[in-house]
């Protein structure tokens, strides 16, 4: 929008200000990043493009050919959609999880912390000093049959699915939290951190409520925090496959665990590749919509 | 940026982009890279990928030079459980150090083969194109050994300088189709595939029938996610022979597999990572592999093999040096050795799998008689003739079978 604005008042920009020869400045520092943008991420993912309309009748020993099959697409989202489904709907309420639980946290640490603010977001980030697969590892020992949570559970009378915890939904979606949280939490930190004490005491002063102090100043305030979190949180769950082979079972799986499959078990490249771009596609209109709503230039 | 000589915007090309919400930098943007994008993929797209089949004189050009004279080491990629350790001291592995003292080679022993489709796909890129993946021996079973044979992307060893191979193989192994003249394989050990269960978290399974099906393991069984010990037994179980399976009888075959997974009853597709849930007992039965059933039974008791009545499946596992692995000299020193019925005998000793070692019998004798006299390690008449293998599939086959395969296990 603000782009808009200057091209209408845009005749009488003082153009004098800028030193023809320091033009190239800016390129020159946007060249390593966009040139580790190409090579990484444009090239792989032409590549990745093209692999996804490769004829599906081709294999590995034979090679692929080429053949614009653009209903590797179709077969992809008709055959894989309750994968697709699964996989929005776990991410989405981890993400919606991940923030009831982060907001309090980071609201707490970042007006209540004090001297202790240092300490306990190293806490939030500790967990992170251990590598993702060994962590969830150790929520499959935690959560087991025969652990002792599920006893202690079981002595309670707590109804569980199928009398037990790991291989289970729930499960799932825990590990799924459990991993994220810290992507939620420290924007929201961030975010919150910024925001000036004296703003919800001058609401007070005004007579807002607690609950009137906290839906008019701080959370609006600290929306931009709320829309990287959850970006941060729901793009990586919808694409992880990690806690759904871990801990669930493959009623559970979700979208990557079926491109991992086609890709290193079936070697059914063309559809793999289909299905990836799909996901792409599919968590970018998403994000699209949600932060076009959510609206903070301040993000993005 | 800004350039002050741009002329204005039409006003209906402003409300435009007003609607949408785009400025006309973004627009233009996005244009330049769809186009980009789009030219790019068009070009690099018509080519499709090639062959990845090597003839021979892109099997020589793509062989590494052997350095062993001047590199007294190898890297060694197996399945775990699958090499005797030390009971005292679990980082030591007496018939490699022994070989290490006998030779001087060094060997890097890696235990990161959990499944045959997961580590092919691990390393076949790299293979087809003619890149190093840092192993000189890696462990494959014999239908993908056949496939990555197949592919040309192993060498062939030299026999003369494996004399006990070609003469204490069982004369079983020696004749494979895929390997007449026993140059690219040579089985580190065979062994059967059948039922294991926990007797702490169930009482005993003695069909694949009741491991599908049996009301109280619902939702603690693990079948195997390698197809063809998986679907082989179910098979056997229909009344079917896995060797000459039709396209029916393995639809009849998953059908029935599906509706125990679409029921609950299994809980999970499995590689060799099975071994810690039946340990602990998250998993009650499953399908595994005999050896590994007995290396985990002597730890736990409560950890037993069954032998399913329908039958078990037979399979081997192949040494195989990749094309582009640089100490095969030192590789053939080591199937030389493994081939010793003393050292086959010990190796068989601790892992329990079948032995493909004639002679090995007559040595563990003198080890431990009733090892000896185990069917599981030295099988019988009797229990051979309850084993079948599974057949060998064309490409096409293969491609069809594993994609109805993968469509219940893996998604």
């Given at each position: 929008?603000?782009?808009?604005?200057?091209?209408?008042?845009?005749?009488?920009?003082?153009?004098?200000?800028?030193?023809?020869?320091?033009?190239?400045?800016?390129?020159?520092?946007?060249?390593?990043?966009?040139?580790?943008?190409?090579?990484?991420?444009?090239?792989?993912?032409?590549?990745?493009?093209?692999?996804?309309?490769?004829?599906?009748?081709?294999?590995?020993?034979?090679?692929?050919?080429?053949?614009?099959?653009?209903?590797?697409?179709?077969?992809?989202?008709?055959?894989?959609?309750?994968?697709?489904?699964?996989?929005?709907?776990?991410?989405?309420?981890?993400?919606?999880?991940?923030?009831?639980?982060?907001?309090?946290?980071?609201?707490?640490?970042?007006?209540?912390?004090?001297?202790?603010?240092?300490?306990?977001?190293?806490?939030?980030?500790?967990?992170f000093f251990t590598s993702f697969l060994i962590r969830t590892l150790a929520w499959k020992v935690i959560l087991s049959?025969?652990?002792?949570?599920?006893?202690?559970?079981?002595?309670?009378?707590?109804?569980?699915?199928?009398?037990?915890?790991?291989?289970?939904?729930?499960?799932?979606?825990?590990?799924?939290?459990y991993n994220f949280l810290p992507f939620m939490v420290l924007p929201l930190y961030a975010s919150l951190e910024k925001?000036?004490?004296?703003?919800?005491?001058?609401?007070?002063?005004?007579?807002?409520?607690?609950?009137?102090?906290?839906?008019?100043?701080?959370?609006?305030?600290?929306?931009?925090?709320?829309?990287?979190?959850?970006?941060?949180?729901?793009?990586?769950?919808?694409?992880?496959?990690?806690?759904?082979?871990?801990?669930?079972?493959?009623?559970?799986?979700?979208?990557?665990?079926?491109?991992?499959?086609?890709?290193?078990?079936?070697?059914?490249?063309?559809?793999?590749?289909?299905?990836?771009?799909?996901?792409?596609?599919?968590?970018?209109?998403?994000?699209?919509?949600?932060?076009?709503?959510?609206?903070?230039?301040?993000?993005? | 940026?800004?350039?002050?000589?741009?002329?204005?915007?039409?006003?209906?090309?402003?409300?435009?982009?007003?609607?949408?919400?785009?400025?006309?930098?973004?627009?233009?943007?996005?244009?330049?890279?769809?186009?980009?994008?789009?030219?790019?993929?068009?070009?690099?797209?018509?080519?499709?990928?090639?062959?990845?089949?090597?003839?021979?004189?892109?099997?020589?050009?793509?062989?590494?030079?052997?350095?062993?004279?001047?590199?007294?080491?190898?890297?060694?990629?197996?399945?775990?459980?699958?090499?005797?350790v030390d009971e005292k001291d679990e980082k030591k592995r007496p018939t490699l150090d022994a070989f290490t003292a006998?030779?001087?080679?060094?060997?890097?022993?890696?235990?990161?083969?959990?499944?045959?489709?997961?580590?092919?796909?691990?390393?076949?890129?790299?293979?087809?194109?003619?890149?190093?993946?840092?192993?000189?021996?890696?462990?494959?079973?014999?239908?993908?050994?056949?496939?990555?044979?197949?592919?040309?992307?192993?060498?062939?060893?030299?026999?003369?300088?494996?004399?006990?191979?070609?003469?204490?193989?069982?004369?079983?192994?020696?004749?494979?189709?895929?390997?007449?003249?026993?140059?690219?394989?040579?089985?580190?050990?065979?062994?059967?595939?059948?039922?294991?269960?926990?007797?702490?978290?169930?009482?005993?399974?003695?069909?694949?029938?009741?491991?599908?099906?049996?009301?109280?393991?619902?939702?603690?069984?693990?079948?195997?996610?390698?197809?063809?010990?998986?679907?082989?037994?179910?098979?056997?179980?229909?009344?079917?022979?896995?060797?000459?399976?039709?396209?029916?009888?393995?639809?009849?075959?998953?059908?029935?597999?599906?509706?125990?997974?679409?029921?609950?009853?299994?809980?999970?597709?499995?590689?060799?990572?099975?071994?810690?849930?039946?340990?602990?007992?998250?998993?009650?039965?499953?399908?595994?592999?005999?050896?590994?059933?007995?290396?985990?039974?002597?730890?736990?008791?409560?950890?037993?093999?069954?032998?399913?009545?329908?039958?078990?499946?037979?399979?081997?596992?192949?040494?195989?040096?990749?094309?582009?692995?640089?100490?095969?000299?030192?590789?053939?020193?080591?199937?030389?050795?493994?081939?010793?019925?003393?050292?086959?005998?010990?190796?068989?000793?601790?892992?329990?799998?079948?032995?493909?070692?004639?002679?090995?019998?007559?040595?563990?004798?003198?080890?431990?008689?009733?090892?000896?006299?185990?069917?599981?390690?030295?099988?019988?008449?009797?229990?051979?003739?309850?084993?079948?293998?599974?057949?060998?599939?064309?490409?096409?086959?293969?491609?069809?079978?594993?994609?109805?395969?993968?469509?219940?296990?893996?998604?």
């Open positions: 929008m603000s782009a808009l604005g200057h091209v209408g008042g845009s005749t009488g920009t003082p153009a004098k200000l800028e030193k023809p020869r320091k033009r190239w400045l800016p390129y020159l520092l946007l060249l390593p990043g966009g040139l580790w943008l190409i090579l990484f991420f444009a090239v792989p993912a032409i590549q990745l493009f093209a692999t996804s309309l490769y004829d599906p009748s081709g294999s590995l020993e034979e090679g692929y050919a080429m053949t614009w099959q653009f209903s590797n697409y179709a077969d992809a989202a008709s055959e894989y959609l309750p994968h697709f489904m699964r996989s929005l709907g776990y991410a989405a309420l981890t993400t919606v999880i991940c923030l009831l639980l982060g907001y309090p946290l980071a609201y707490a640490i970042a007006l209540k912390g004090g001297r202790w603010k240092n300490l306990l977001l190293i806490c939030v980030i500790a967990p049959d025969n652990g002792w949570v599920v006893t202690t559970l079981d002595a309670l009378h707590v109804p569980l699915p199928d009398g037990r915890l790991l291989a289970t939904t729930p499960a799932v979606i825990a590990g799924l939290v925001l000036d004490p004296r703003l919800l005491e001058a609401a007070g002063d005004l007579y807002a409520r607690p609950v009137a102090r906290f839906t008019r100043v701080a959370l609006p305030l600290s929306m931009p925090g709320v829309v990287a979190g959850t970006l941060l949180t729901f793009i990586p769950a919808a694409g992880d496959y990690i806690n759904a082979q871990l801990l669930g079972t493959n009623r559970q799986y979700m979208i990557g665990n079926v491109i991992q499959s086609k890709f290193l078990r079936v070697g059914d490249y063309p559809n793999a590749a289909a299905l990836s771009f799909t996901l792409m596609a599919a968590i970018l209109v998403l994000v699209f919509v949600y932060v076009r709503r959510a609206g903070t230039d301040e993000v993005l | 940026m800004r350039n002050p000589s741009r002329p204005p915007l039409s006003p209906e090309a402003a409300a435009v982009l007003n609607a949408t919400g785009l400025s006309r930098r973004t627009l233009m943007r996005g244009l330049f890279a769809g186009g980009a994008f789009i030219a790019t993929g068009g070009a690099l797209a018509a080519c499709g990928t090639k062959p990845a089949k090597k003839n021979e004189a892109e099997k020589a050009a793509c062989t590494a030079t052997d350095v062993s004279a001047t590199e007294k080491k190898l890297n060694f990629s197996n399945w775990p459980l699958y090499v005797d006998k030779t001087g080679i060094a060997v890097t022993y890696n235990e990161d083969v959990n499944d045959n489709n997961e580590f092919f796909g691990k390393v076949r890129n790299q293979l087809q194109a003619c890149q190093s993946i840092d192993r000189d021996i890696m462990v494959l079973t014999d239908w993908m050994a056949s496939r990555v044979v197949g592919l040309g992307w192993v060498q062939s060893f030299d026999n003369t300088k494996t004399p006990n191979f070609t003469k204490n193989a069982l004369a079983t192994l020696k004749n494979r189709a895929w390997d007449k003249d026993m140059k690219f394989a040579a089985p580190w050990q065979s062994g059967l595939t059948g039922i294991a269960y926990n007797a702490k978290a169930t009482k005993e399974v003695r069909t694949i029938d009741e491991l599908l099906t049996r009301a109280d393991l619902k939702g603690k069984v693990a079948v195997l996610s390698e197809m063809r010990d998986t679907v082989g037994l179910i098979l056997m179980s229909q009344g079917k022979d896995p060797g000459t399976v039709s396209d029916a009888e393995f639809d009849a075959a998953l059908e029935k597999l599906k509706k125990a997974v679409d029921s609950g009853q299994i809980r999970k597709f499995t590689g060799n990572d099975y071994k810690e849930d039946l340990n602990k007992g998250d998993i009650a039965a499953c399908i595994a592999w005999s050896g590994d059933v007995i290396q985990l039974s002597a730890e736990n008791e409560d950890v037993k093999f069954v032998t399913p009545e329908s039958g078990l499946m037979l399979w081997s596992d192949n040494i195989l040096i990749p094309s582009t692995a640089t100490h095969k000299a030192n590789v053939e020193q080591l199937i030389d050795y493994y081939y010793d019925p003393k050292v086959a005998a010990e190796l068989a000793a601790y892992v329990n799998y079948i032995c493909p070692v004639q002679g090995a019998q007559d040595e563990m004798q003198k080890l431990d008689p009733d090892l000896a006299s185990n069917p599981l390690i030295f099988p019988d008449s009797a229990t051979l003739a309850k084993t079948k293998s599974f057949k060998a599939l064309t490409e096409d086959e293969d491609k069809k079978f594993s994609a109805k395969f993968e469509a219940i296990s893996g998604a």
